[in-house]
């Protein structure tokens, strides 16, 4: 088995705990199993490195910057590999100095993203041999270096790109992320007092809360996660890798893609009113009967006077007669319309969020070719375009066109 584990600030945050870490390790080495590990810098480190590059006026997202901070992560990762070594585990250091540094990166500053074509042979060629021969390689995480040697950092969440780059360039069975708490939550326990673990969870699913900013994963570091290994959030109490946490299933387009929602044509169904909304029991009663009849829901949106529901066209017109039934019988309700021979164009990948201009720039070109957009909206890193049935493959490929030229 082949494991890359990354350790977060707070797991490292006093000796006891970095030796609870190291012991960790030594146990999953003395199993058999190949492990290579990322550290975050101990505690509060980058914050105050940060801070102190603030309070002496080094200009913000400068390479003086990141040689500044980057030394949190290069300390950490010393520091956890002389732990190791007084614990008769064997290994090796890497630091962006080295003539065999790894992960090499374009020179946005302070953001840096690594460039894989160059890293995954370098992380092949000088990390891989360690492994093989069972000796740890230890990596500081969110630091990298550009081609002309200067050193970069990858912001926030940049010890789980590391993590994920070594764990695809290596092809580890799985990546262990060890943090102060086991695993996801089903809402932050700060806001929810019974909010519980959750065991496992999809890609798809995490991305949403990524976007919204949850405190474990960035959208950022998901971009370099496939399906080829196995993830796990863990608690750094266990003291042990195997136990406990929440596994991360699934991969998601790395770049922003464009795909249709269905294979076949939709229908929007609007119930217009007078709050609409506030009243709970229209709404459960409307979907109920989009549910009695086996109609798959596309999307839904709503405010104060209207519901839009789509679903497929297929079976759409029985559907129709059911929810008139409910407009006519509440008095919040007035009037119902329908759009059928729709087209839903969904666009989707990490990071919708951070691209600037995104929804003008997919729908910009589809005005100036005359193809009418009757609804835009979004949803969880994912934005839905309705258009013209008849229009779907030219209004596709126009978006796809789009996408690229704003992503590239």
């Not at 750094?236 to 699934?250: C, E, F, H, Y």
Request: aromatic fraction near 4%; proline fraction near 4%; charged fraction near 25%.
């Amino acid at each position: 088995m082949r494991l890359v584990v990354k350790f977060g600030g707070s797991s490292l945050s006093s000796p006891r705990k970095i030796s609870r870490a190291a012991d960790a390790v030594r146990e999953e080495i003395e199993s058999g199993t190949q492990t290579a590990v990322v550290v975050s810098a101990m505690g509060r480190t980058t914050d105050s490195l940060l801070e102190t590059a603030s309070a002496v006026s080094l200009p913000s997202r400068s390479n003086q910057v990141d040689e500044v901070i980057s030394m949190g992560e290069r300390t950490s990762a010393k520091i956890f590999q002389a732990v190791l070594s007084s614990r008769g585990v064997d290994s090796r250091c890497f630091d962006p100095d080295d003539d065999e540094w790894p992960i090499m990166t374009n020179d946005s500053f302070g953001d840096a993203s690594p460039v894989l074509s160059i890293s995954r042979p370098r992380i092949q060629r000088y990390v891989l041999p360690y492994l093989e021969e069972g000796i740890v390689p230890v990596l500081p995480g969110f630091v990298g270096r550009t081609a002309d040697g200067r050193i970069t950092t990858m912001g926030r969440g940049g010890s789980d790109i590391t993590a994920f780059l070594l764990a695809r360039c290596l092809l580890a069975d799985e990546s262990v992320l060890v943090t102060d708490s086991n695993g996801l939550m089903t809402a932050d326990p700060k806001l929810v007092r019974d909010a519980r673990s959750i065991s496992e969870i999809s890609v798809r699913e995490l991305v949403g809360l990524a976007d919204s900013g949850t405190k474990f994963l960035k959208g950022k570091a998901l971009r370099y996660l496939d399906d080829s290994f196995r993830v796990r959030i863990t608690s750094n109490v266990a003291g042990s890798l195997r136990s406990g946490g929440t596994v991360i299933s699934g991969g998601f387009p790395s770049s922003v893609a464009a795909e249709l929602e269905s294979p076949q044509p939709s229908m929007m169904i609007t119930v217009t009113g007078k709050n609409i909304s506030q009243n709970p029991s229209i709404m459960k009663e409307m979907l109920s009967k989009v549910t009695d009849e086996k109609s798959k829901v596309l999307g839904l949106s709503a405010n104060s006077d209207s519901l839009i529901i789509y679903v497929p066209v297929q079976g759409g017109k029985q559907l129709v007669k059911k929810l008139h039934a409910s407009v006519l019988k509440h008095q919040e309700t007035t009037a119902m319309a329908v759009r059928d021979d729709l087209c839903i164009i969904k666009i989707v990948g990490l990071g919708l969020v951070e691209t600037p201009g995104l929804i003008a720039s997919v729908s910009e070109p589809l005005k100036k070719n005359s193809l009418n957009v009757y609804g835009i909206f979004t949803i969880a890193s994912s934005i839905l375009l309705l258009v013209d049935w008849s229009q779907h493959q030219k209004a596709l490929r126009l978006v796809r066109r789009s996408l690229k030229e704003v992503t590239t």
